[in-house]
């Protein structure tokens, strides 16, 4: 299985963006399909985006869609995340997740988990 390292959270204005990163080690990371998922105060760990093993499909939660650009560089064994037009209802902390081949929008599942970042949007 991969190992997942999350970095890129902090502290931003609203209608602010941030970039988060997903570093993975261990074997095949282009065989796995990556996946963002948030957990605000209080809440459920919620699915954000995902995307399959060569990046060609993407899959988005309502409240990002058009907002969030999930990415990834199987050379440099990395998934992005792009946060844009902030708002404060998407302060939680944002995990990486991995799945071999299949493609999850549920936290269910997932083979691997990063420890997470956390992003926090002011008003």
């Known amino acids: 299985q991969v190992q997942l390292v999350e970095s890129g959270g902090g502290l931003v204005q609203a209608g602010g963006s941030l970039r988060l990163s997903c570093a993975a080690s261990?074997?095949?990371?282009?065989?796995?399909?990556m996946g963002w998922f948030r957990r605000a105060p209080g809440a459920e760990r919620n699915f954000v985006a995902a995307?399959?093993?060569?990046?060609?499909?993407?899959y988005y939660a309502d409240s990002v869609k058009g907002r969030f650009t999930i990415s990834r560089d199987n050379a440099k064994n990395t998934v992005y995340l792009q946060l844009n037009s902030l708002k404060p209802e998407d302060t939680a902390v944002y995990y990486c997740?991995?799945?071999?081949?299949?493609?999850?929008?549920?936290?269910?599942?997932?083979?691997?988990w990063g420890k997470g970042t956390l992003v926090t949007v002011s008003t």
């Open positions: 995307i399959n093993w060569s990046g060609e499909m993407t």
């Open positions: 997740a991995a799945h071999l081949n299949t493609v999850l929008t549920s936290p269910i599942g997932m083979h691997s």
């Open positions: 261990g074997r095949a990371f282009s065989s796995y399909a």
